[in-house]
């Protein structure tokens, strides 16, 4: 069923700013928060894209009749092929269509529609306690218009807002096509995941990142004052970083949950903690201003973006449930446990950003008792949440975050590799559905730190002596 999430949090991102992360509107355009760009099609694919492009057009149209119909059974059809042609096209813009790839994509989406041509004829057996016309178009219920408002008389009555039109419900593994687009960057980059029952809890971790303060742009912490980590910085290089910084924001306007929570989550996968005060050219660096130093240098930094930035509205995953599962658990099976490296996860999936980085998950995986084609995942994934206040404190277990995630796998039995089956598709469950990572974001291996302050960028070398890198 189609829902809409609440809106809330701090340390996020308003609906209508272009970054991710906590980041100021001056702060706008880093590739630190930003989605991935698309890469066009290379010449030689052109013709391809342009095909799929143009297929892709005529499935929206037919997808769109299908809803007015309110016809749940063609639509879901017609959701599947616009979703197989969405990841092919991803492909192709990847350059990663290879025969291999194409033949695992069409793969899916048959293991897709067989699942889907089940649900439907189970659901049109007649005694299964739903009748056969209903069955092939459900809808969800909506709020009608709100009616017109009288007038003074001789004048005709406000004519009523014309009512929403009624959504079909679609079987959890029907993904819009923005998510099938996001779920197919993870598999380029990441494979494809397979899984079986486990006996006991699995368990990957890699080293904890640190824990930080998020510099909110109301308070100023980062030049306010003769001790600010900016102001000992323009004593030894003789810049301007603590005026550029002051002016990059309007303080007094500036929204509460704006900060650099994302740099910091960056800098803490990306660097060592500070452990003791650093002297340079007679100044002392304690362990915060160190710390501060390391954020703001992790402002600008290439990385991977993967998921849909939420913005409150249906183009943007109306459907509450990216970052789709089976992503996020091959990210972690993948980063963690080959890449051995921590990732930064917005953990939470309204529009507001919440950045956190990842560094250990447990999990077990059981067969779901209500569908034979799927398993049922717990997991218990480690974060560190940045701090409140400024404290020179060493990162503790008090830093941990330990959400309880619940999701579904779908997966398609015909296709088993060492005693595992093919994920075709994913569903957050539970409490889960309303409290899961909207989306990932990994550093590009050997990508260059940079900073959005001028001065700082300018005194790199300096900074670099003074944290250590």
Excluded at 75 to 94: D, F, K, P, R, V
Excluded at 137 to 154: D, L, Q, R, Y
């Amino acid at each position: 069923m189609m829902t809409w999430h609440r809106l809330f949090g701090v340390c996020g991102i308003g609906i209508t700013l272009a970054v991710a992360g906590c980041e100021s509107e001056d702060g706008g355009g880093s590739n630190s928060v930003e989605p991935s760009p698309v890469v066009p099609c290379e010449a030689e694919s052109k013709a391809e894209c342009d095909r799929v492009a143009e297929r892709i057009g005529q499935l929206k149209s037919e997808r769109d009749a299908a809803m007015e119909r309110n016809d749940a059974t063609r639509l879901a059809h017609i959701s599947l092929q616009l979703n197989q042609q969405t990841e092919l096209l991803a492909l192709l813009q990847g350059d990663q269509a290879t025969p291999e790839a194409q033949a695992s994509l069409q793969a899916k989406y048959d293991g897709l529609v067989r699942m889907l041509e089940a649900d439907l004829a189970l659901r049109r057996t007649p005694g299964t306690g739903t009748e056969p016309e209903a069955a092939a178009n459900p809808v969800t219920p909506v709020t009608p218009g709100t009616p017109g408002t009288p007038t003074t008389p001789g004048t005709p009555d406000t004519p009523a807002t014309p009512p929403i039109p009624a959504t079909p419900d679609l079987p959890a593994y029907v993904y819009q096509p923005s998510e099938a687009e996001a779920v197919a960057h993870v598999t380029a980059d990441y494979g494809t995941l397979y899984i079986a029952e486990t006996a006991t809890a699995e368990e990957l971790k890699v080293d904890r990142p640190w824990a930080g303060y998020w510099y909110p742009l109301r308070r100023g912490d980062l030049y306010l004052g003769e001790a600010a980590p900016l102001r000992k910085l323009d004593l030894v290089t003789a810049g301007n970083a603590t005026n550029l910084e002051r002016d990059r924001v309007d303080v007094e306007h500036a929204d509460t949950w704006e900060g650099l929570c994302n740099a910091w989550a960056m800098a803490s996968i990306l660097s060592k903690e500070p452990a003791a005060t650093k002297k340079v050219q007679n100044v002392d660096f304690t362990v915060l201003d160190q710390k501060a130093l390391l954020t703001k240098i992790h402002e600008k930094i290439d990385v991977k973006y993967y998921g849909i930035r939420y913005q409150g509205n249906a183009d943007t995953d109306g459907t509450i449930q990216d970052l789709r599962p089976e992503a996020f658990h091959q990210l972690v099976m993948k980063q963690l446990g080959e890449r051995r490296q921590a990732f930064v996860v917005d953990d939470d999936p309204g529009v507001e950003v919440w950045s956190k980085p990842m560094y250990r998950m447990r999990w077990t995986v059981k067969t779901d008792p209500d569908n034979a084609n799927a398993f049922l995942v717990r997991a218990f994934p480690w974060m560190v949440r940045h701090r409140e206040t400024l404290s020179p404190t060493a990162t503790s277990e008090a830093d941990r975050a330990a959400p309880q995630y619940d999701y579904r796998l779908f997966v398609d039995k015909s296709d088993v590799k060492d005693g595992k089956f093919k994920v075709i598709a994913g569903e957050w469950i539970g409490r889960s559905r309303d409290s899961h990572p909207d989306a990932a974001v990994v550093p590009v291996a050997g990508a260059a730190v940079g900073s959005m302050n001028a001065s700082v960028q300018e005194h790199m070398d300096i900074v670099r002596q003074i944290v250590g890198l």
